[in-house]
């Protein structure tokens, strides 16, 4: 089992910044990769970053540019470091594991919401 939790959400203004935290503890020497996803109010939840533990990264085209996803082995915590924040950016984020098994296993933090106001 993995555990997830997230911190650094928060209420900011457009073209502001914020810096999401995940740290990871349990079984983490099974996760293949993290990442963060976010879901809107009725809206289905969409992959935002991801970041494999070889260090390869792929971003959701809404947020290239913007958003850096970065990640610390050692610590076990993830971070997705988000500039040029827009209001349509706004969701609640929630940081994932995954571990490349047949299913894929995947593990979720609680969810920290992120405002984004015009």
């Known amino acids: 089992q993995v555990q997830l939790v997230e911190s650094g959400g928060g209420l900011v203004q457009a073209g502001g910044s914020l810096r999401l935290s995940c740290a990871a503890s349990?079984?983490?020497?099974?996760?293949?990769?993290m990442g963060w996803y976010r879901q809107a109010p009725g809206k289905q939840r969409e992959l935002v970053a991801v970041i494999t533990s070889r260090g390869r990264t792929n971003y959701a085209d809404s947020v290239k540019g913007r958003f850096t996803i970065s990640r610390d082995n050692a610590k076990n915590t993830v971070w997705l470091q988000m500039n040029s924040l827009k209001p349509e950016d706004t969701a609640v984020y929630y940081c994932?594991?995954?571990?490349?098994?047949?299913?894929?296993?995947?593990?979720w933090g609680q969810g920290t919401q992120v405002t984004v106001s015009s």
């Open positions: 994932n594991a995954y571990v490349m098994v047949v299913p894929i296993k995947n593990y």
């Open positions: 349990g079984s983490i020497s099974t996760i293949n990769g």
